[in-house]
């Protein structure tokens, strides 16, 4: 008799992939050419073909972030782990930071930089609401952090933060600027050195298209000297800035063995990266821009309502659309994929079944995936409506 445990009968069966319309705040479908790119043979972490690849990717990097930073990698995990690199390596024990924070990843920042042993003051707006200039200017001056942690794309209220000013403000009070764009680079206006940013960092799911585990980020000269003068070694091992800009070739070393990269997924991102380099940055902002303008327009002459009232506030990657009283969001929101194979994400955090939040980014951002999502979103409604008025 075997000695060992059955094997799982669940592995003795295909995986199913249904084709759906991924309208969420991420990820967002993957073009074929990103999905052949994972199918490419692999090769080793420290091969020169693929290092040649790592270079071409922080290449496509900076060019997204509009920087000439030496410090500009991707960290081998999804965005939450660009903000633990942020986080981990920026912040020593007893530092104070200063989250700005009107959704949930302030919250989760400010969690991090718990963990990481430094002092978390906050500044806090409602989801939906951004902040001036003169919020931040009042918090830097009152609590004198040496860093300033910002939602550049707030996915889960659906804001867009101006960042003109902020990064000159920071430094007026010696303190660096930390901004996560995970849900907004490449689809709205980035220009990291111009706007004086110290460290920012995004995902490949969103705008980028490409499969979640490979997440850019750069760090500026000033936020590189931090780093290397600090005065404690940094928390996570996985994570030290010092040893990835040495596995990505960002300093005159050789590069040495650090940990395996995410192979195929960083292929991916070379082509989601390609993409967008020969779409072109402008055409790209300008592309997100008539595709959301169509969704709001399509969206409030169905009678609903936008979660953020400024035009200039909203995020055209991901638009939080309110929930009309006595309707049951996920009832629409399960309609809608059953039916259409079309994702439409609920709230998180306050907004939790109060808004939809739907995502227009990268591939997806096409005039005939926002009249899809429309439909779909039309027909849910009557459809769960008229069962509503049926049981009356
Ligand atoms: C993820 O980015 C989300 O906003 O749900």
């Given amino acids: ?102 959704g949930l990843w302030g919250e989760r920042f400010s969690d991090m930089a718990l963990r990481n042993g430094a002092v978390v003051k906050r500044i806090e707006r409602p989801m939906g609401e951004v902040f001036t200039l003169g919020e931040i200017e009042e918090g830097l001056r009152k609590y004198c952090p040496s860093v300033l942690f910002i939602t550049h794309g707030e996915s889960s209220g659906s804001t867009l933060q101006p960042l003109e ?21 490449g689809g709205v206006p980035m220009y990291m050195d111009k706007w004086e940013i110290d460290v920012l960092y995004t995902g490949s799911q969103k705008v980028l298209s490409a499969p979640p585990g ?10 590189k000297a931090k780093v290397q003068g600090r005065k404690t070694k940094i928390r996570s ?29 960083v ?35 169905m009678g609903l309502q936008l979660l953020v009232k400024d035009k200039a506030n909203r995020l055209p990657c991901v638009t939080g659309v309110k929930v009309p009283n006595g309707v049951n969001w996920k009832e629409v929101s399960d309609y809608a994929m059953k039916n259409h194979r079309v994702e439409i994400s609920g709230g998180l955090g306050q907004q939790a079944g109060k808004i939809w939040r739907i995502g227009i980014m990268g591939y997806n951002a096409t005039p005939d995936n926002v009249r899809r999502v429309l439909r779909a979103l039309d027909d849910a409604l009557k459809f769960t409506r008229g069962q509503a008025s049926s049981k009356l």
Wanted: glycine letters at 8%; one cysteine or more; a negative charge.
């Fill in 237 to 265: 091992w996985y994570f030290d800035m010092n040893e990835l800009a040495n596995y990505w070739g960002c300093d005159d070393g050789p590069r040495r063995y650090h940990h395996t990269g995410p192979i195929n997924c």
């Fill in 214 to 223: 490979a997440s850019p980020i750069s760090f500026s000269p000033k936020a």
């Fill in 1 to 102: 008799m075997s000695t060992v445990s059955a094997p799982p009968k669940s592995l003795m069966k295909p995986m199913v992939f249904p084709q759906k319309l991924m309208m969420g705040p991420g990820p967002s479908n993957c073009p074929p050419r990103v999905l052949n790119a994972c199918a490419m043979p692999i090769l080793g972490h420290l091969h020169p073909e693929f290092t040649q690849i790592m270079d071409e990717v922080k290449e496509g990097v900076k060019y997204m972030f509009q920087t000439k930073n030496e410090w500009t990698v991707c960290v081998s995990g999804t965005g939450h782990a660009a903000m633990e690199t942020a986080c981990c390596n920026l912040l020593e024990s007893g530092e104070t930071t200063l989250v700005c924070c009107n």
């Fill in 267 to 301: 292929y991916a991102l070379r082509e989601g990266l390609a993409r967008l380099a020969e779409e072109g940055l402008e055409k790209s902002w300008a592309n997100h821009r008539h595709c959301v303008e169509e969704l709001w327009e399509g969206i409030e002459k």
């Fill in 165 to 185: 000013g902020i990064g000159a403000l920071c430094h007026k009070y010696n303190c660096l600027l930390l901004v996560d764009s995970v849900a907004a680079c």
